[in-house]
């Protein structure tokens, strides 16, 4: 992937500089002294340095969830990488004036763009699902051209600092059922603690005082299969509370006991309509 950025940029700044019939070369090997001994002409070299990844730019929660059609299953997309990739580009050639301008037509080539045009782009990055952003001559903590230039062993020369920012997904998509119940158990620490003296209580002694058993709550989830979903309203009869509903007629009810409840159905000007679902079980869907 890194080198269709080389290839990205190559194109970019052959186009922008422009550079016609071969005139100057466009590099991206490590500029040793014994490599810039051996130039001939006139040399654009684009040197990455440093990759690392954009931690201002990381995401730490899963995102775009995509039901089937069943609404049976879903698929889970971890987040992706930003990754940015460092360059340092000089120019070469025999007389100061023409390194000077080569370098200046190429920090205006760069200025014109703050993302790289999909026509400069491999058809291996054309499916980015972000930008591929570009910075150039910017301040940058990682890039100190004294120190680079000393571990290089070539004298120091006019550099641009350039910055390619493009998204990397190491992970495969997880598909998984679909979340429709979720169960909530409410105790009292004292009392839970003194059910687990019970049990391991030796056979023979006397038993512990019988204790209160668990309340459990339940979050459930379905979703109204209506012909129309415009001007409907839900809500649960036995508890008096409405329930929001979703564009696509999903919705969620949460804090319930076991036991059965009535969901009524309304819509303007039209007869309510009453479904009874039990609590828990394996289906909450209301169907016209």
Same mark, same amino acid.
């Given at each position: 992937?890194?080198? %269709?950025?080389?290839? =990205?940029?190559?194109?970019?700044?052959?186009?922008?500089?422009?550079?016609?019939?071969?005139?100057?070369?466009?590099?991206?090997? /490590? *500029?040793?002294?014994?490599? $810039?001994?051996?130039?001939?002409?006139?040399?654009?070299?684009?040197?990455?340095?440093?990759?690392?990844? !954009?931690? /201002?730019?990381? /995401?730490?929660?899963?995102?775009? +969830?995509?039901? %089937?059609?069943?609404?049976?299953?879903?698929?889970?997309?971890?987040?992706?990488?930003?990754?940015?990739?460092?360059?340092?580009?000089?120019?070469?050639?025999?007389?100061?004036?023409?390194?000077?301008?080569?370098? =200046?037509?190429?920090?205006?080539?760069? @200025?014109?763009?703050?993302?790289?045009?999909? =026509?400069?782009? #491999?058809?291996?990055?054309?499916? /980015?699902?972000?930008?591929? $952003?570009? $910075?150039?001559?910017?301040?940058?903590?990682?890039?100190?051209? #004294?120190?680079?230039?000393?571990?290089?062993?070539?004298? @120091?020369? #006019?550099?641009?600092?350039?910055?390619?920012? @493009?998204?990397?997904?190491?992970?495969?998509?997880?598909?998984?059922?679909?979340?429709?119940?979720?169960?909530?158990?409410?105790?009292?620490?004292?009392? $839970?603690?003194?059910?687990? +003296?019970?049990?391991?209580?030796?056979?023979? @002694?006397? =038993?512990?005082?019988?204790?209160?058993?668990?309340?459990?709550?339940?979050?459930?989830?379905? +979703?109204?299969?209506?012909?129309?979903?415009?001007?409907?309203?839900?809500?649960?009869?036995?508890?008096?509370?409405?329930?929001?509903?979703?564009?696509?007629?999903?919705?969620?009810?949460?804090?319930?006991?076991?036991?059965?409840?009535?969901?009524?159905?309304?819509?303007? !000007?039209?007869?309510?309509?009453?479904?009874?679902?039990?609590? *828990?079980?394996?289906?909450? %869907?209301?169907?016209?």
């Amino acid at each position: 992937m890194f080198d %269709d950025i080389d290839e =990205a940029l190559r194109r970019l700044l052959m186009e922008e500089i422009p550079v016609r019939n071969n005139e100057i070369e466009i590099t991206f090997e /490590q *500029p040793r002294r014994e490599w $810039s001994a051996r130039l001939n002409r006139p040399t654009l070299n684009i040197f990455l340095h440093d990759v690392r990844e !954009n931690a /201002q730019l990381r /995401q730490s929660h899963i995102q775009r +969830q995509q039901m %089937d059609a069943a609404r049976r299953q879903t698929v889970l997309m971890r987040p992706e990488a930003r990754v940015d990739l460092h360059y340092m580009i000089t120019a070469w050639a025999s007389e100061p004036e023409d390194e000077h301008r080569l370098l =200046a037509r190429t920090l205006l080539a760069f @200025l014109r763009h703050r993302e790289m045009p999909q =026509a400069f782009l #491999p058809n291996s990055l054309h499916n /980015q699902p972000r930008p591929v $952003s570009l $910075s150039v001559a910017q301040y940058d903590t990682t890039f100190n051209p #004294p120190d680079l230039w000393g571990v290089i062993d070539n004298e @120091l020369r #006019p550099c641009l600092n350039c910055m390619v920012t @493009l998204t990397m997904d190491p992970h495969a998509p997880i598909t998984v059922p679909l979340v429709r119940e979720r169960e909530l158990r409410v105790d009292d620490l004292a009392i $839970s603690s003194l059910r687990e +003296q019970k049990q391991t209580v030796a056979n023979g @002694l006397t =038993a512990a005082p019988d204790l209160p058993p668990s309340e459990k709550r339940w979050t459930v989830g379905g +979703q109204l299969r209506l012909p129309s979903l415009e001007a409907v309203s839900l809500s649960v009869v036995e508890l008096e509370r409405d329930v929001a509903v979703a564009a696509d007629g999903t919705f969620v009810v949460g804090d319930l006991r076991e036991g059965a409840y009535t969901l009524e159905v309304r819509r303007d !000007n039209e007869t309510p309509v009453r479904h009874v679902i039990a609590v *828990p079980s394996g289906d909450y %869907d209301i169907s016209a």
